[in-house]
């Protein structure tokens, strides 16, 4: 059964850091694409990072990129999103997913569509 758990979300003031976790079961990280996504009030769900199950290198949405990085570790099946330099317009619930099949690749920023499993998501509050 597939479950992923994030934690690490709270309140920060803008410039600020966090760093969320997902442990992930149920399906293995050297194989299945996992990623970010967030989900602000009002808004749909945007695509954050992404990295492909054969690959270390991450994707990044253009409104991320140079603040947020996303890592792996396949040893602890836990996924990470680095979060610096935090903005207001960041504050969202944040989701981690993964595809139904393995072998999905990660060429820009995560499309909703490719993926079917999600966590329950945490949420990030950035004040100003």
């Known amino acids: 059964q597939v479950q992923l758990v994030e934690s690490g979300g709270g309140l920060v003031q803008s410039g600020g850091s966090l760093r969320l976790s997902c442990v992930v079961s149920?399906?293995?990280?050297?194989?299945?694409?996992v990623a970010w996504f967030r989900q602000a009030p009002g808004k749909g769900r945007e695509g954050v990072s992404c990295?492909?199950?054969?690959?270390?290198?991450?994707e990044y949405a253009t409104s991320v990129k140079g603040r947020f990085t996303m890592s792996r570790d396949n040893g602890k099946n836990t996924i990470y999103l680095q979060m610096n330099n935090l903005r207001p317009e960041d504050t969202a619930v944040y989701y981690c997913?993964?595809?139904?099949?393995?072998?999905?690749?990660?060429?820009?920023?995560?499309?909703?569509?490719?993926?079917?499993?999600w966590g329950q998501g945490t949420q990030v509050t950035v004040s100003s």
């Open positions: 997913a993964t595809p139904r099949a393995p072998g999905y690749g990660c060429y820009g920023p995560p499309r909703l569509t490719t993926y079917d499993f």
């Open positions: 149920g399906f293995t990280l050297t194989s299945y694409a």
């Open positions: 990295i492909a199950g054969g690959d270390d290198t991450p």
